[in-house]
């Protein structure tokens, strides 16, 4: 098991992480935001529960959830879809939404950096960037901090940031040396993600090489991150500086990237120089708080834990355009414990 690490007067306290899958999540509705209401519940399903202003989703371990982020041909965000407007397959098989919303609900998010010995002349940058994207991010969001070299140390007082001065400091806690453990500090920052109780999770990562140092390797980084709801985006500074221009936008590296962010449903982002990664961040920021919510149950109710794979579709309101959308590419399906135990698996 994978420990995020807490730097604390010099010596390194180990927190556990709670490891397990969380394949559904209860969704918060912030139905009185926006001018969507939650479509009614499929026959069977559990009611909404109005609470403190909002809608509450009984859990429902059958419940599939998904954060989705719509662009038209233009890469706009396109903020004015119906529900009718969405069509969402499983394995290729139509699935009914039992839940649907456009609300921007605060986020459980991590914001995983890069400390090794090449970061070192970025980081003020990098910093100036990560505080910008909380600015700009929901005030009620749950927010810690992982700075990774060899070793990777979770920075922030606490599970979570109690405010932006924590942030700051945490951000500040540079040891700029060492190599790159990026797997193993993304994949326990997946773990940290579940210690949080909003509905959405994030993570950010900044980064500028290729990892060179962790114990997991990329698919098992992918596999865990296929089991987690958490979506992912990076961004990276690869290669070195060359007339301040990064040149490895090509690189194995920003391959790996790609990957990890689009089987979450985020995105990847290669800046050209230091000077784009606030804006970037900012970006990003923009991204997470203008998605749509779609949640249903799946119409396949085996209990097998195979991974099913996950299509959405939208089309602009009254016209039959397609529109781009970004969410995850799947998910793994619950398991029915006793007769894996029956089966002696």
């Known amino acids: 098991m994978l420990r995020l690490s807490k730097k604390k007067g010099g010596a390194r306290a180990l927190r556990p992480i709670v490891l397990g899958v969380l394949l559904a999540l209860p969704v918060w509705l912030a139905a009185q935001q926006s001018q969507q209401t939650p479509s009614q519940p499929a026959p069977g399903t559990p009611p909404l529960e109005k609470k403190g202003g909002e809608y509450k989703i009984t859990l429902e371990v059958n419940l599939v959830v998904l954060h989705a982020t719509v662009l038209d041909k233009r890469d706009r965000v396109v903020n004015d879809l119906k529900e009718s407007d969405f069509k969402v397959?499983?394995?290729?098989?139509?699935?009914k939404l039992a839940v649907f919303s456009h609300a921007d609900v605060p986020v459980t998010m991590g914001i995983v950096i890069d400390d090794s010995g090449s970061m070192r002349e970025k980081r003020a940058?990098?910093?100036?960037?990560?505080?910008?994207?909380?600015?700009?991010?929901?005030?009620?969001?749950?927010?810690?901090?992982?700075?990774?070299n060899d070793v990777y140390y979770l920075d922030t007082p606490g599970d979570f940031a109690s405010g932006i001065e924590d942030l700051r400091s945490a951000l500040e806690k540079i040891d700029s040396r060492g190599g790159t453990a990026l797997y193993d500090a993304v994949y326990a920052s997946l773990d940290h993600l579940k210690l949080g109780n909003r509905d959405?999770?994030?993570?950010?990562?900044?980064?500028?090489?290729?990892?060179?140092?962790?114990?997991?390797?990329?698919?098992?980084?992918?596999?865990?991150?296929?089991?987690?709801?958490?979506?992912?985006?990076?961004?990276?500074?690869?290669?070195?500086?060359?007339h301040g221009l990064f040149k490895l936008h090509g690189s194995d590296a920003a391959k790996k990237l790609k990957q990890l962010a689009e089987v979450t449903g985020g995105q990847t982002f290669l800046p050209r120089t230091l000077d784009e990664v606030e804006?970037?961040?900012?970006?990003?920021?923009?991204?997470?708080?203008?998605?749509?919510?779609?949640?249903?149950?799946?119409?396949?109710?085996?209990?097998?834990?195979?991974?099913?794979?996950?299509?959405?579709?939208?089309?602009?309101?009254?016209?039959?355009?397609?529109?781009?959308?970004?969410?995850?590419?799947?998910?793994?399906?619950?398991?029915?414990?006793?007769?894996?135990?029956?089966?002696?698996?």
């Not at 505080?131 to 929901?138: E, G, I, Q």
């Not at 991974?307 to 995850?328: F, I, M, P, Q």
């Open 89 to 95: 397959y499983e394995d290729g098989t139509p699935q």
């Open 125 to 148: 940058s990098v910093n100036a960037a990560a505080l910008a994207f909380v600015k700009t991010s929901n005030p009620q969001d749950q927010v810690f901090v992982v700075n990774f």
């Open 200 to 242: 959405k999770k994030v993570i950010l990562v900044i980064t500028d090489g290729e990892d060179n140092a962790s114990r997991y390797t990329f698919a098992e980084l992918i596999a865990h991150a296929q089991k987690s709801s958490a979506v992912i985006y990076t961004i990276g500074l690869l290669g070195e500086e060359q």
């Open 279 to 345: 804006s970037t961040c900012v970006g990003i920021a923009h991204d997470i708080r203008n998605q749509y919510t779609l949640a249903y149950y799946p119409s396949n109710v085996k209990k097998d834990g195979s991974y099913r794979a996950v299509r959405v579709e939208a089309y602009s309101s009254g016209k039959h355009d397609r529109l781009t959308v970004r969410t995850r590419a799947g998910y793994f399906a619950p398991k029915d414990q006793t007769a894996a135990v029956a089966s002696g698996q």
